[in-house]
């Protein structure tokens, strides 16, 4: 114990040190979720194991429970991947409930935190995939800054739009083309959207969003994505659906 103090003491002396005297800056801060399983514990302690068998019960007791079904494999990726598609359209469909009617529907890719496996869906996949308190919001923009939100996405390699977008990029990242529903986006239009509170400030590069005029954004908790995802699922499981989403070309690259 005596070693173990005067190192650690010895250790903080060093560190003050190097932040008195460092010319370093913080450049930007990443993060994931990495899944501790077996892989990283290959021989549990058996103590441990027993000590969290109540809290695991407990966990398990929120996170399990079954809220609906997928077709198959889903995961999100740019420009375009099955499930951002899901996403975006859950946005579209959760705005009936607040009796809204949108355009399209902005999901970011950075949101999406998780995939989805063929199968059975619990909260706990849910709660993977969107563990933010993001809520859903709903915007007017016109048509001028649809256009600069589309090439907004093109900078980043594309975004997660519900069907009936469909967007060219360039492989420099430029916006070559922009159709809503099977004709081009009008500048002097007004679209209504449905998307995220986090999103509707302008964040994750999408600047566009800022203009947004007509803001309807409940901040109650039960607004939060996730559960209107899981309502979704729900439904779709109450009609007897499974839930299926693929790729259909609502973001090209030429």
Request: glycine share 8%.
């Amino acid at each position: 114990m005596y070693r173990k103090t005067i190192y650690l003491f010895g250790l903080s002396v060093l560190l003050t040190g190097v932040g008195c005297t460092s010319h370093y800056q913080l450049a930007g801060v990443q993060r994931s979720r990495v899944l501790v399983d077996s892989h990283y514990d290959a021989v549990p302690d058996a103590e441990a194991t027993q000590f969290m068998i109540p809290f695991k019960q407990k966990v398990d007791s929120v996170m399990g429970p079954v809220v609906g079904e997928v077709a198959h494999d889903m995961a999100a990726h740019r420009p375009e991947s099955d499930l951002s598609n899901l996403l975006a359209d859950i946005m579209v469909w959760g705005a009936r409930d607040y009796h809204e009617t949108v355009d399209f529907g902005v999901y970011n890719m950075g949101g999406i935190r998780a995939a989805l496996s063929k199968g059975k869906v619990t909260y706990g996949d849910v709660l993977d995939i969107a563990p933010f308190e993001n809520k859903i919001c709903f915007l007017t923009l016109t048509g001028e800054k649809v256009l600069q939100l589309f090439s907004e996405m093109a900078h980043t390699g594309g975004e997660a739009v519900s069907h009936g977008v469909e967007l060219v990029f360039t492989h420099d990242g430029q916006l070559k083309s922009a159709r809503l529903n099977g004709k081009e986006v009008d500048p002097k239009a007004s679209y209504r959207i449905a998307t995220l509170d986090y999103l509707a400030q302008g964040n994750d590069k999408m600047e566009a969003f800022k203009a947004g005029t007509k803001v309807v954004s409940p901040q109650e908790e039960s607004n939060n994505t996730r559960f209107i995802i899981m309502n979704y699922f729900k439904e779709q499981t109450a009609q007897g659906k499974v839930v299926n989403s693929h790729t259909e070309g609502r973001i090209r690259v030429e």
